[in-house]
């Protein structure tokens, strides 16, 4: 099953109600251009596949702009080496629906 199946599957499981926590937890290989944004390595990964890797930032945008969490949490227990001339895949799962949720507290680490 691919990335995409599984996400798209699990917001349908979700449905329309809100859900009070969002967690996320990876842990392997990452980099990062900038402090502020992760790519998260797939085990395909390597220096000839440096772009098999998935843009962190993009799919927590994503699972914010559901509005269908009051509380996100991004836990990344992965290098974020800078080395690495490369971006990860962006969120394929397209753009919700927009939900306005002002509640939403987001935690990253």
């Known amino acids: 099953m691919t990335l995409t199946t599984c996400s798209k599957r699990f917001m349908d499981a979700i449905g329309n109600g809100p859900a009070r926590r969002f967690y996320f937890y990876f842990s392997g290989h990452g980099f990062a251009q900038l402090q502020t944004n992760s790519h998260l390595c ?3 990964w390597s220096d000839k596949r440096r772009n098999n890797a998935l843009d962190a930032k993009s799919y927590l945008n994503y699972i914010l702009a559901t509005g269908q969490f009051d509380e996100v949490m991004f836990f990344m227990d992965c ?3 800078r080395e690495v001339n490369a971006e990860g895949l ?3 799962l397209g753009n919700p629906k927009p939900k306005n949720n002002p509640k939403t507290r987001i935690f990253e680490s």
């Open 42 to 44: 797939l085990a395909k």
């Open 79 to 81: 290098c974020r080496i």
């Open 90 to 92: 962006k969120c394929s």
